[in-house]
Each structure stands twice: as structure tokens, then as C-alpha cells.
T-cell receptor, first 112, second 114 residues
């Protein structure tokens, strides 16, 4: 059984600070996705990474895939209150969407 | 562009009652799935379908049934509701059954079983 660990579980910071969220797996995954979920809504995809060592940027968000494809990180620079939400990583261990496993999420609160 | 539509948004059931959560997508997606989200547990896959007439179990299928008679619809049936099924349910779809493709989620259905 694959395990996907996300940390920290909760994060409360001031506007302008930087933060990093981590996602670690017990097994090699074929791809990893990061989602963001706001209260009362479903998760929305931010990015998909598939290659070891891959780095993707989305405005102030930087996503990195570990070389061994067992870990990933999400770094937010100069966080804003609009970044508040639940961040979820989801890893695929096979070729099917049915093999997708979600982490438990990181609840981020950015205070003005 | 409706995307993934779930109904109802909120529902309260008594233990032992049955009900169906409806899900429809208008994107002609091959893959559809149901997740439940509980505090501290993340999203867990209940059932999924890779096309009309094809369904399979996910991580937590017990107490739930699904069917996929059309590409658009993927209802989730609770046969005899239990308090442990109190949760937020999300329907999701994807263009492809292959991993790495974007999954689109509905807005969720809040279910309370008393």
C-alpha cells in the first residue's frame, strides 16, 4: 500500500512571507499533481509533474519533483491572502486514474 | 459550460435510509469517479468508471453502488445509510482514464447521516 505524506498539516503566516509544502511517498510515482481547494468547492488542478527533477512555475508558485520521483514540494513566494486554502498533492502509481492517491492536505491561512 | 454538476448540495438522512447522489458532466469525459473527503483523511476514492458500462471499486467502496449507463451520468447510491457515511462527496471526471490528466471536480455534496 502506497503512502503519501503531506506536511505541514496546518500553516498560518503573514502576508508577504514565503512558505513550502512537502509531499513525500513511500514508493516511486509516475506523476504527481497539486490541487488547491477553497471552502465549499471542489479541488482545482494547479500543476502536473511527470519527470524527475522537473520544476514548474505558476506566477508566485514553484513546484518541484524530486529526482527519484518519490517527493515533491510547493513553494509560494510572498504569500497573499488570496492564497488561503487547502493544498492537496495527488500521486499516481500506475497508468490509471484509478490508482491516484491524495495526500491529507495542507491548510494554509495567509493573514493580511 | 457546466463542467461537473452534483446534486443535491446538502442532504440529511436517517440511519438505514437509501439515497442517490447524482453526477453529470458535459465534457464527454471517459473517466468519472466518486471521492469522499473527511477531516484529516484527505480524498479517498469510492468507485470509478472508465466508460459507459464499466465500473470498478476504489479504496473505500463498501456501502456504495454505482452504475454508468451513459457517458454523461455517474450516480452514487447509498444502500442503507450509516453515520460513518457522513462526509463530503465529490464527483470528478477526466478526459482520459490515464494518469497525469486533469481531473475536474464538482462542487461537492454534504451528507449527514443521523
Amino acid at each position: 500500500t502506497q503512502l503519501l505524506e503531506q506536511s505541514p498539516q496546518f500553516l498560518s503566516i503573514q502576508e508577504g512571507e514565503n512558505l513550502t509544502v512537502y509531499c513525500n511517498s513511500s514508493s516511486v510515482f509516475s506523476s504527481l499533481q497539486w490541487y488547491r481547494q477553497e471552502p465549499g468547492e471542489g479541488p482545482v488542478l494547479l500543476v502536473t509533474v511527470v519527470t524527475g527533477g522537473e520544476v514548474k512555475k505558476l506566477k508566485r508558485l514553484t513546484f518541484q519533483f524530486g529526482d527519484a520521483r518519490k517527493d515533491s514540494s510547493l513553494h509560494i513566494t510572498a504569500a497573499q491572502p488570496g492564497d488561503t486554502g487547502l493544498y492537496l498533492c495527488a500521486a499516481s502509481y500506475g497508468g490509471s486514474q484509478g490508482n491516484l492517491i491524495f495526500g491529507k492536505g495542507t491548510k494554509l491561512s495567509v493573514k493580511p | 459550460n457546466a463542467g461537473v454538476t452534483q446534486t443535491p448540495k446538502f442532504q440529511v438522512l436517517k440511519t438505514g435510509q437509501s439515497m442517490t447522489l447524482q453526477c453529470a458532466q458535459d465534457m464527454n469525459h471517459e473517466y468519472m469517479s466518486w471521492y469522499r473527503q473527511d477531516p484529516g483523511m484527505g480524498l479517498r476514492l469510492i468507485h470509478y468508471s472508465v466508460g459507459a458500462g464499466i465500473t470498478d471499486q476504489g479504496e473505500v467502496p463498501n456501502g456504495y453502488n454505482v452504475s454508468r449507463s451513459t457517458t454523461e451520468d455517474f450516480p452514487l447510491r447509498l444502500l442503507s445509510a450509516a453515520p460513518s457515511q457522513t462526509s463530503v462527496y465529490f464527483c470528478a471526471s477526466s478526459y482520459s482514464r490515464l494518469s497525469g490528466n486533469t481531473i475536474y471536480f464538482g462542487e461537492g455534496s454534504w451528507l449527514t447521516v443521523v
